[in-house]
């Protein structure tokens, strides 16, 4: 008998302690990401919504897919941004087939900046970094298109409230002028389309703050597109 064999029990247990071994939709001892779990991304996606903004998803909001959300932002598992990533990229391609700025920007070769909603400095610093641009970059990959281009334009000028137990009037108020455009980025999105990237879609506060700021910086046109929607 080799004598490593009964080192792999013990190798098993220790990548155990480092490597996920529940679903992150329905807490199964198993991978990542089941295949029950997996179904709840290959439903039909959300219709497009409109707050202001018309904003295409990729897939509804389901328990799987909510829980799934809390653990990549909150919990650290950050193994989830490649089951979360194909879903914000079909919004993404939903949005640019179908919003007719954004696809005669496209046939004409114009390039179409994605802009993610960045994290507040407090949940930076909870977190230890910032999920939705990671996801924005991991969706932009997916769709491997030269004429996209991510564009983190986008920063916090005030301190907002947790939004998590606000409703939508709260959230609208919270966020009212709490982001600016970098300056840096002003002149590459003087009359350009952008589209607005987030995880999810509650009340629409959020990306209709994102796509204010950026034409109130110059921006062409706004569109929103999001992995996940709320009903």
């Known amino acids: 008998m080799s004598p490593s064999l009964p080192l792999v029990p013990a190798v098993r247990s220790a ?17 990542a990401w089941c ?21 295409w998803s990729g897939v509804p909001l ?29 919004a993404v391609g939903r949005c640019l087939a179908e919003d007719p700025v954004l696809r005669r920007a496209r046939s004409l070769g114009d390039p179409v900046l994605l802009v993610p909603v960045p994290g507040s400095a407090r949940a930076r610093r909870r977190r230890g970094d910032d999920p939705v641009p990671a996801l924005a970059g991991a969706a932009l990959r997916l769709l491997d ?16 409230a947790d939004q998590s137990w606000l409703g939508r009037a709260d959230r609208r108020a919270n966020l009212d002028g709490a982001l ?31 796509a204010r700021c950026g034409i109130a910086a110059g921006g062409g046109h706004a569109a929103v597109a999001t992995a996940v929607a709320t009903p």
């Open 15 to 31: 990548a155990g302690l480092v490597l996920p071994t529940r679903c992150a939709g329905c807490a199964t001892p198993g991978p």
């Open 35 to 55: 295949r029950s779990c997996r179904a709840s991304l290959a439903l039909p996606p959300p219709p497009v919504r409109d707050v202001g903004v018309r904003c």
């Open 62 to 90: 389901t328990p799987p897919t909510r829980t799934a959300l809390t653990a990549y932002k909150d919990t650290g598992r950050r193994d989830l941004r490649g089951v979360l990533a194909p879903a914000l990229a079909a």
């Open 145 to 160: 298109d030269p004429a996209l281009v991510l564009a983190p334009l986008l920063r916090h000028v005030r301190p907002v």
């Open 180 to 210: 600016g455009v970098r300056q840096a980025w002003r002149t590459t999105l003087r009359g350009r389309p952008f589209v607005v990237l987030d995880d999810v879609l509650t009340t629409g506060a959020t990306v209709a703050e994102a």
